[in-house]
């Protein structure tokens, strides 16, 4: 977390992320407590933290989040990925679990063929 506050300090960001999917929801939310402002979002079966070893990142229900987020103090507000807020209908379909106009993964075999 320190290379972060670095390049925070250093980018100017003003945004500084509790990313329940490495730390785990309750270090997310000790995170956001102590200053952190952003907890990253809402996945479906990740799989490259837990492939390097992690023990949590799988998945966090929208409800759930929202719970942890006031559980620590902190206003909810789901944003976009230019940290604007999220139109309402965004909102409600996220917390209806709507997936959108997502599709099925399809994989091509490359000229080796390998994925």
């Not at 103090?73 to 965004?90: F, K, M, N, S, W």
């Not at 997502?102 to 390998?114: D, E, I, T, Y």
Request: charge should be positive; proline fraction near 5%; include cysteine.
């Amino acid at each position: 977390m320190s290379l972060h506050l670095m390049m925070c300090f250093v980018c100017r960001s003003p945004h500084v992320q509790a990313s329940w999917v490495k730390m785990g929801p309750s270090r997310a939310a000790a995170l956001l407590a102590a200053g952190c402002n952003d907890m990253g979002g809402v996945l479906m079966n990740e799989s490259i933290t837990r492939a390097a070893g992690a023990g949590h990142g799988q998945a966090l229900l929208p409800a759930d989040m929202e719970a942890l987020i006031v559980a620590a103090g902190r206003d909810v507000l789901q944003r976009t990925t230019l940290y604007e807020a999220a139109p309402p209908g965004q909102v409600a379909r996220a917390l209806r679990g709507e997936q959108g106009n997502l599709q099925p993964l399809r994989f091509a075999r490359s000229a080796s063929g390998g994925l």
